[in-house]
T-cell receptor, first 114, second 115 residues
Framework: KNQVEQSPQSLIILEGKNCTLQ??????????LRWYKQDTGRGPVSLTI?????NTKSNGRYTATLDADTKQSSLHITASQLSDSASYIC?????????????FGRGTQLTVWP | EADIYQTPRYLVIGTGKKITLECSQT?????MYWYQQDPGMELHLIHY???????EKGDLSSESTVSRIRTEHFPLTLESARPSHTSQYLC??????????????FGQGTRLTVV
């Protein structure tokens, strides 16, 4: 069964600190993995996308890693800001169907305190 | 920012009412999707479309229906709303990409409350 598991479920950090969010998946055949940021009551916005051949990608203070062998990904946030408070969702796409199905994790709820 | 729009953003209605949630995109994408998301939970696919006159049910059973008469428009309708329909509904669109994966752009969502 294709699944995406994220940890931790929630995380509280102080402003300026770094944090790392984890994503494990069993989706096969794998196409790409995305990290989305979802503010409360809004739609998800893409942060990074990685294909099978990529193992790291940065977008400003966000750095994502991918280990396709162990089927694990992480999202590292440096120098956190209050505006980073949101749900971070790991989304894995397969290439085994015409739909290019997206499999969503439940997200990690990050709260940044001043 | 993605050009995909949902209206209304928030809706509170009484049980038994018929409602239509609107979704429009100006990117010319063939694929469109409706997802349902409860607080703290993952997104569940309820409907999708490959193009005009194409609609399919998703993974999560839903009493809603959809139509795709125009490429840019993918409305979702509930004929008789119930409290169990209370949720956030997210619309998304994507184009076919050569890499075999799918880039999805999301609307802002509609928060539906049925009382």
């Amino acid at each position: 069964k294709n699944q995406v598991e994220q940890s931790p479920q929630s995380l509280i950090i102080l402003e300026g600190k770094n944090c790392t969010l984890q994503c494990n998946y069993t989706v096969s055949p794998f196409s790409n993995l995305r990290w989305y940021k979802q503010d409360t009551g809004r739609g998800p916005v893409s942060l990074t996308i990685m294909t099978f051949s990529e193992n790291t990608k940065s977008n400003g203070r966000y750095t994502a890693t991918l280990d396709a062998d162990t089927k694990q990904s992480s999202l590292h946030i440096t120098a956190s800001q209050l505006s980073d408070s949101a749900s971070y969702i790991c989304v894995v796409s397969d290439r085994g169907s015409t739909l290019g199905r997206l499999y969503f994790g439940r997200g990690t709820q990050l709260t940044v305190w001043p | 920012e993605a050009d995909i729009y949902q209206t209304p953003r928030y809706l509170v209605i009484g049980t038994g009412k018929k409602i239509t949630l609107e979704c429009s995109q100006t990117m010319g994408h063939d694929k469109m999707y409706w997802y349902q998301q409860d607080p703290g939970m993952e997104l569940h696919l309820i409907h999708y479309s490959y193009g005009v006159n194409s609609t399919e049910k998703g993974d999560l059973s839903s009493e809603s229906t959809v139509s795709r008469i125009r490429t840019e428009h993918f409305p979702l309708t509930l004929e008789s709303a119930r409290p169990s329909h209370t949720s956030q509904y997210l619309c998304a669109s994507s184009e076919f990409d050569r890499g075999g994966g799918t880039e999805a752009f999301f609307g802002q969502g509609t928060r539906l409350t049925v009382v």
